[in-house]
């Protein structure tokens, strides 16, 4: 029976991987998906043959609680908001993998008075560190992204030097937890102080950064999941959890590179409030010309190549739906339009590329910053809905500048570049954008979704 | 567990982790969204653990009920993660 549930295991596996595989491919992603889901399927069920026959009712009750609950967010959550139902669902994995961690080792030591062995005590402090951090990490995250804590970076004094002290204790925590099995009290301080510290690991990480922060804890739930395999001595578990903690990690690298910052760096967080003093170097403020919408429709009646380049503010705004209608619009008049898409734009990584799919606008259109970027200097019109930080050509001129040498959209190469924006107010990063004081570019204010939707509606008359 | 066993789970650590960086490293960004979302859905693994440790049959075991704990949070992330990275990929489209 046991080498039957083995194979079942192995199968699985096999699954997670050509999965994930096929799910690096825009043509084979959904297959790739459903394939895991098999996987997933096949593990599962593999494990609730071999339980008692009378706790299965208990675990079906689970189950169906739990898959109601995930279905109801998954069906009812809007396309802008995915970034933190994926940080929520994390979340979920992290705090499961601390609970079955702890479950395990409670089971053991206290129920039936065993002593574990010194790997199995370790893996679990393991899977209670990260699970917990996972946990609170993701819900910190979760909150900032939808708005119910500050997206700012939170930072105080002496930071940096209480997570110390808290590591520093959940290592000697840990210690003397191995040395005492019978008192389960060290693995209860353990899982408090990971908790601590998923929160105040996260606090001080601003909301662009999020890209970078929701990757990590992807990674880590992995990484949680993987060391609960080792409590368990369990192969899929540890298997399924070094693919998502690699895969993590590897993301979480992409991300800092498209934002020329180590991960140390954004992890100690802060970025955008300590940088005040270098900007106010040149003194001047930027004036900026602006556009109305009639003006703009003509400008855009007038173009025969376009640019847009979305960014998180045109998911706040909602106005992926409106910027359908106006590429369509474009595209009647046999304008060119494509899309430019730079991998931080918006809340998680692809997030831009997630809302414009659910807006009907085929794939092919949406270009990376690398493949689009020298194409600028012969474009004849950029349109910039929500985007400030990755298109400020200070990234490239001003040494100064807290973002310099991040690799940035060069849109201020086009003829002629309309940016539509709330207000004046300033990126993440906290600072002044160079390319609105440039002279081919005009500012069109107002809220992006209603300026592009009257757009639309002037262009239709032209 | 033995130290043998114990070296056996790290070469399929090691394994699977360098299969986890070669699969990710060419992914087109397009897709890092659904990716991550999918991923996620597979670290929900750990309800094979959340389900081992539902399998006490004493209800005023603490380790039963942070099973059950365990067991519904794990559901979630696994259905809620492939539902919707599945609502995801049904969006991409090329015309």
């Known amino acids: ?462 | 567990m033995t130290a043998e066993s114990f070296i056996i789970l790290l070469y399929i650590l090691v394994l699977a982790s360098y299969v986890g960086f070669e699969l990710i490293n060419k992914v087109p960004p397009t897709l890092h969204t659904p990716l991550m979302s999918g991923s996620n859905a597979i670290s929900g693994i750990t309800i094979v653990g959340a389900i081992i440790a539902c399998n006490v049959l004493d209800y005023g075991a603490t380790s039963k009920w942070l099973g059950m704990i365990a067991l519904i949070l794990a559901t979630v992330n696994v259905v809620g993660g492939y539902a919707l990275t599945d609502r995801m990929l049904k969006m991409f489209k090329k015309k």
């Open chain 1, 1 to 462: 029976m046991s080498i039957l549930i083995q194979i079942a295991y192995l199968i699985a596996s096999i699954l997670f991987i050509i999965g994930i595989k096929m799910l690096g491919r825009t043509n084979t992603a959904r297959k790739g998906n459903f394939l895991s889901s098999i996987g997933m399927f096949i593990a599962i069920f593999a494990t609730v043959i071999q339980v008692e026959a009378v706790t299965l009712i208990d675990i079906l009750i689970c189950v169906i609680i739990g898959s109601a609950i995930g279905l109801i967010i998954a069906y009812k959550v809007q396309m802008t908001k995915v970034p933190e139902m994926v940080a929520l669902f994390n979340g979920f994995g992290g705090l499961a993998s601390l609970a079955v961690a702890l479950a395990d080792f409670w089971l053991n030591t206290q129920e039936k008075g065993l002593i574990v062995d010194q790997i199995t005590g370790i893996s679990v402090a393991i899977s209670i560190l990260i699970g917990g951090v996972t946990f609170t990490g993701s819900m910190i995250a979760y909150m900032k992204l939808n708005g119910k804590v500050s997206g700012k970076a939170i930072t105080f004094t002496g930071q940096h030097l209480i997570n110390l002290i808290l590591l520093i204790a959940s290592i000697v925590v840990t210690i003397f937890a191995l040395n005492d099995f019978s008192n389960p009290m060290f693995m209860i301080v353990l899982a408090i102080l990971s908790l601590v510290i998923g929160v105040l690991v996260v606090i001080p990480i601003g909301g662009a950064d999020m890209p970078v922060v929701i990757s990590l804890l992807n990674s880590y739930s992995g990484m949680a999941a993987c060391a609960t395999g080792f409590v368990l001595n369990n192969n899929v578990l540890i298997v399924a959890g070094a693919l998502v903690g690699a895969s993590g990690i590897i993301l979480t690298q992409i991300m800092c590179k498209a934002m020329n910052r180590s991960l140390v760096n954004v992890l100690l967080g802060g970025f955008g409030q300590t940088t005040g003093g270098a900007n106010q170097v040149d003194g001047s403020e930027i004036t900026v010309k602006e556009v109305g919408v009639e003006e703009a429709a003509q400008i855009f009646d007038s173009v025969s190549s376009l640019i847009i380049v979305p960014g998180y503010g045109m998911a706040v705004a909602q106005a992926q739906h409106a910027i359908r209608e106006l590429s369509e619009l474009c595209e009647k008049r046999n304008i060119n339009v494509r899309f430019a898409i730079h991998p931080v734009a918006g809340r998680m990584p692809g997030h831009m590329n997630v809302l414009l799919a659910e807006a009907n606008i085929s794939y092919d259109k949406l270009i990376e910053m690398d493949e689009i970027n020298d194409d600028f200097a012969n474009t004849d019109l950029v349109f910039v809905v929500g985007a400030n930080d990755v298109v400020n050509p200070a990234a490239k001129t001003n040494p100064d500048s807290p973002i310099f040498g991040m690799p940035v959209l060069n849109v201020e190469k086009a003829q002629t570049v309309i940016v539509t924006k709330r207000s004046m107010g300033k990126g993440y990063a906290g600072i002044e954008n160079e390319l609105f004081g440039a002279d081919n570019c005009l500012m069109l204010f107002g809220d992006a979704k209603q300026t592009i939707t009257k757009l639309v509606g002037e262009l239709k008359e032209l």
